[in-house]
């Protein structure tokens, strides 16, 4: 007679403790609430307003605009309320480095090459600022005062 094993739920699995694994710092919120609030809004404009969306999709040269600023909207969207809650803080920061990679790399290179160093960096602050964010909260996780926290020591308790 076969036996089934009983699949433990996600929650208990040790790759889903790791990526919860989060330092106890509180002051991790103060981060995520500007990644998160930064990244949602920005997700936000590129559904509400062509320019911010489509437009500037069109103008950096990508092909199929429509489809690239409802691809990124949506992770900017999702990933920021992610971030926000503190929910799979590690999992949600990889799309967002990705994101600012590619901004970095596609509408700020130009300006270094055709308007020097410090024309780059003013332009780049704030992409510069989500992408460290981001490689901060995927390396230290959602902190104290996160889901992920409460979740972790919810199954502690257990």
């Known amino acids: 007679m076969l036996k089934l094993k009983v699949v433990t739920p996600i929650i208990h699995s ?3 403790q790791k990526i919860l694994n989060t330092s106890h710092s509180k002051a991790t919120v103060l981060i995520r609430l500007m990644v998160g609030i930064v990244f949602l809004s920005e997700g936000l404009q590129k559904f509400l307003f062509t320019a ?12 199929s605009p429509e489809f690239w600023a409802s691809f990124v909207g949506t992770f900017e969207v ?5 971030i926000l809650l503190g929910l799979v803080t590690r999992l949600a920061s990889l799309p967002l480095i990705t994101i600012m990679i590619v901004a970095i790399s596609s509408t700020k ?3 270094l090459l055709d308007h020097g160093f410090w024309a780059m960096m003013h332009a780049a602050r704030t992409d510069f600022s989500m992408l460290l964010g981001s490689l901060f909260l995927l ?6 005062w996160s889901v992920d ?3 972790l020591n919810k199954r502690a308790s257990v």
């Open 14 to 16: 040790v790759m889903f």
């Open 52 to 63: 911010r969306g489509v437009g500037r999709f069109e103008t950096i040269g990508f092909p």
């Open 78 to 82: 999702l990933c920021g309320i992610l």
């Open 109 to 111: 290179i130009p300006i």
């Open 139 to 144: 390396i230290r996780g959602g902190g104290g």
């Open 149 to 151: 926290r409460f979740i």
